[in-house]
């Protein structure tokens, strides 16, 4: 499966983004999908996650009540809304697929989006 993220931008402390991933390819219901961040000099950190079917989702715990993650298996399309964003969110957000549960475990995704940068100014 291909996977291309877009939405980033600039936003101002307190605002919102929010974040898309198309895939094209394989089926992409059969994929659970994911979103990871990675600012420089740091390690790609996990985000979220959802199943094949939006029943379970998975957060860190530094964005929840924050983000949400949500996916439209028809138009092959998963989504990341970002609300009340901070500047240490501040970051290049991926978009990756995994056969199985979601969760964060970033070696068992095997597909990966592009990067797309999110800043968020103080």
């Known amino acids: 499966v291909q996977l291309q993220a877009s939405g980033g931008g600039l936003v101002q402390a307190g605002g919102s983004l929010r974040l898309s991933c198309a895939a094209s390819g394989r089926t992409f219901s059969s994929y659970a999908m994911g979103w990871f961040r990675q600012t420089p000099g740091k390690e790609r950190e996990f985000v979220a996650s959802?199943?094949?079917?939006?029943?379970?989702?998975v957060y860190i715990d530094s964005v929840k009540g924050r983000f949400t993650i949500s996916r439209d298996n028809a138009k092959n399309t998963m989504y990341l809304q970002m609300n009340s964003l901070k500047p240490e969110d501040t970051a290049v957000y991926y978009c990756a697929a995994r056969i199985g549960v979601p969760g964060g475990e970033e070696g068992r995704y095997a597909y990966w989006g592009q990067g797309t940068l999110v800043t968020v100014s103080s």
């Open positions: 959802i199943s094949w079917d939006s029943s379970n989702t």
